[in-house]
C-alpha cells in the first residue's frame, strides 16, 4: 500500500511562514508529480501548486511569489513553503502524488490526510 502523510499545519499570524511537507510511503516505484491542494469552508478545494519529476512548477495566481514548491525525490517527499501568510490562506491543505506501485503498475493518484493551516489576523 501506498500512503502520503502531512505535516507541519498549525496557527501562524499574518505575515508569518509555514512550512508543510508530505511524505509518501510504501511499495512506491515511482512518483510522477506532486502537488498541494487547499479547501476553505464553504469553498471548492483549490490547486495551490504542482512540481513535476524533473522540477517543473506550478502556482495558484493567489500564492504566486509567496510560497514555494520543492520535493526530494530520495525521501519521496515534497515540500510547501508558505511566506506572508495571509486570513484568506486558511484552509485544510492536502498533498496529492501521481504515484506508480509495484503491485499497481500505472500511476493513481493518492491522498494525503490534510492539514490545518490557520492564519489569524
Known amino acids: 500500500q501506498v500512503q502520503l502523510v502531512e505535516s507541519g499545519g498549525g496557527l501562524v499570524q499574518a505575515g508569518g511562514s509555514l512550512r508543510l511537507s508530505c511524505a509518501a510511503s510504501?511499495?512506491?516505484?515511482?512518483?510522477?508529480?506532486m502537488m498541494w491542494y487547499r479547501q476553505a469552508p464553504g469553498k471548492q478545494r483549490e490547486l495551490v501548486a504542482s512540481?513535476?519529476?524533473?522540477?517543473?512548477?506550478n502556482y495558484a495566481d493567489s500564492v504566486k511569489g509567496r510560497f514555494t514548491i520543492s520535493r526530494d525525490n530520495a525521501k519521496n517527499t515534497v515540500y510547501l513553503q508558505m511566506n506572508s501568510l495571509k486570513p484568506e490562506d486558511t484552509a485544510v491543505y492536502s498533498c496529492?502524488?501521481?504515484?506508480?506501485?509495484?503491485?499497481?503498475?500505472?500511476?493513481?493518484?493518492?491522498w494525503g490526510q490534510g492539514t490545518q493551516v490557520t492564519v489569524s489576523s
Open positions: 496529492n502524488a501521481e504515484i506508480s506501485s509495484y503491485i499497481i503498475n500505472r500511476y493513481r493518484p493518492y
Open positions: 510504501g511499495s512506491i516505484f515511482s512518483i510522477n508529480a
Open positions: 512540481i513535476t519529476s524533473n522540477g517543473n512548477t
